[in-house]
């Protein structure tokens, strides 16, 4: 079974360009989450995905953020203008329900490591 | 806001020895708390969970201890090994929706 992916692996872009990340998550994972983890500090939630929908967007820090997952399947988060302090490895993670007392483990993407110049 | 906490960014063990990694949490709406384990340019690993019905849980090498009333986890390995050198990332999640608040993490360096 092929795990969480994410593209790119790697990316360098300069103050007020945009960029767009990917990421596909286990076949059948209704769920979808978004995490950041800034310079060694902890991994922060971003948002997550019940199929399509945004269940949850708290953690997006503001509106230069915007992520989509039409159809349910993958999903984009897009930077738009990127600044400097989003530099960071963004992780995608799927689970296949979510909640419960027997909340199913979350499966981790090997992240995109963004620098902005 | 931090919610979770690891206060030691570090930590180094000899190889057989116990590896105990702590970490806090500040929100008591928090019933369900797990263990990341990455390595570098990988993404975090799912190792063990808790929820807040007991206490401890135990897999293997690896044993989680929860003090509800103090707010605090901890995670022992034993025996250490090299491989088990990492990084760890504690977590905790509330209410139906898993969405997770993740520790700063601890970097575990067991010597061989």
């Known amino acids: 079974e092929a795990g969480v992916t994410q593209f790119p692996s790697h990316s360098v872009i300069e103050k007020g360009q945009t960029v767009t990340l990917r990421c596909d998550p286990i076949s059948g994972h209704d769920n979808l989450y978004w995490y950041r983890r800034v310079m060694g500090k902890e991994i922060k939630f971003l948002l997550h995905?019940?199929?399509?929908?945004?269940?949850?967007e708290s953690g997006m820090p503001n509106n230069r953020f915007l992520a989509e997952r039409t159809g349910g399947t993958y999903s984009t988060l897009k930077v738009q203008p990127a600044e400097l302090e989003d530099s960071g490895v963004y992780f995608c993670?799927?689970?296949?329900?979510?909640?419960?007392?027997?909340?199913?483990?979350?499966?981790f993407g090997p992240g995109t490591r963004l620098l902005v110049l | 806001d931090q919610q979770v906490k690891q206060n030691s960014p570090s930590l180094s063990v000899q190889e057989g020895r116990i590896s105990i990694l702590n970490c806090d949490y500040t929100?008591?709406?928090?019933?369900?708390f797990l263990w990341y384990k990455k390595y570098p340019a990988e993404g975090p690993t799912f190792l063990i969970s808790i929820s807040s019905i007991k206490d401890k849980n135990e897999d293997g090498r690896f044993t989680v201890f929860l003090n509800k009333s103090a707010k605090h986890l901890s995670l022992h390995i034993v025996p250490s090994q090299p491989g088990d050198s990492a990084v760890y990332f504690c977590?905790?999640?509330?209410?139906?929706?898993?969405?997770?608040?993740f520790g700063a993490g601890t970097r575990l360096t067991v010597k061989p």
């Open positions: 995905f019940v199929k399509e929908s945004k269940q949850d």
């Open positions: 977590a905790a999640s509330a209410g139906v929706f898993n969405d997770m608040r």
């Open positions: 929100n008591s709406m928090f019933d369900y």
């Open positions: 993670a799927s689970s296949r329900v979510a909640g419960g007392p027997s909340q199913e483990t979350q499966y």
